[in-house]
């Protein structure tokens, strides 16, 4: 866990993408420098092999991220500000939720610091010390669970949000994510990767709790994001669609979804799966007993 994952390639388009899970920037904090992920991932993105959905072409993966917006192109020729968009609004921060007994959950890597408020998780595989953690696809929601090691499917990116005008910030929640389903399609290759399809549980008493679940990836836009919370679709299929240059998401991208319900728990754990999605890719997860909401 030194968050070191496998630059491999991550198999997505990005799968090589970030190969090291932690797209590898140099900078934990995401200067920007290098954006995670590509490095050495890759990819398909750099695996490797596949490359970058990038639509026009141009898109470099981030390596190169800049430090002045408008000489890195943040600012178009014709002097609008490139803005991230999520689902058509500005990508916003994702505060942690306060209420009493709230749960929140970051995905990432463990080379980065946790986002203030989050229990990182890095991807390792569940068990009963710990009451949380990643299981096979196949198992998840059963009384015999097989726990899996996702770490090195974790990924970082470090990638530079525009505030529309003209700053950078960054979003560690949403930069920070873990492939539940690493790609395995012609064309993407990364020897490191976790290849089997994995799900998430969480030890809970039985009853009623709030979820809330993000999905998305700054830099690669291969996916069919899917998220079920014991059986209930959150997400049921989201595909992004953008343009990542030069480390940064300009305006028009639209990298992330969320969704949220509320479930019941009956067998003492909460499950989340991505059954039915491609290459989903989780950021966080908060979840509140219903008593609390």
């Known amino acids: ?27 934990p904090i995401g200067d920007g420098s290098t954006p995670n992920g590509d490095e050495g991932e890759g990819s398909a993105e750099e695996e490797g092999t596949e490359s970058p959905a990038d639509p026009t072409g141009d898109s470099t993966d981030g390596d190169d991220t800049p430090t002045d917006p408008a000489e890195d192109g943040l600012i178009p020729d014709d002097g609008e500000v490139g803005i991230p968009v999520e689902g058509g609004g500005i990508v916003e921060t994702v505060e942690p939720i306060e209420a009493d007994g709230a749960i929140n959950i970051n995905f990432g890597v463990p080379r980065v610091d ?45 990638t530079l949000f525009n505030d529309g005008q003209g700053g950078q910030f960054q979003e560690p929640v949403r930069d920070s994510l873990i492939h539940m389903q690493f790609p395995t399609r012609a064309g993407v290759f990364n020897p490191t990767a976790e290849l089997t399809p994995a799900a998430w549980e969480y030890d809970l008493a039985n009853g009623l709790y709030g979820v809330i679940v993000g999905v998305g990836d700054p830099e690669f836009f291969d996916s069919n994001h899917v998220i079920n919370v014991e059986g209930e679709s959150l997400i049921s299929g989201f595909t992004p669609e953008g343009l990542e240059v030069n480390g940064n998401l300009p305006i028009g991208a639209q990298a992330f979804d969320e969704g949220s319900a509320i479930v019941e728990v009956d067998d003492g754990r909460l499950t989340v799966d991505a059954v039915g999605g491609e290459n989903t890719k989780i950021n966080y997860i908060s979840i509140v007993p219903i008593d609390t909401l």
């Open 1 to 27: 866990g030194d968050g070191s994952t496998p630059d491999d390639g991550e198999g997505d388009a990005e799968g090589a993408e970030d190969g090291d899970g932690t797209d590898t920037p140099t900078d």
């Open 114 to 158: 946790t986002p203030s408020g989050f229990t990182q998780d890095i991807g390792e595989a569940y068990s009963a010390e710990q009451g949380f953690g990643w299981v096979t696809q196949d198992s998840a929601g059963s009384e015999n669970l097989t726990p899996i090691d996702v770490v090195v499917n974790g990924r970082d990116r470090d």
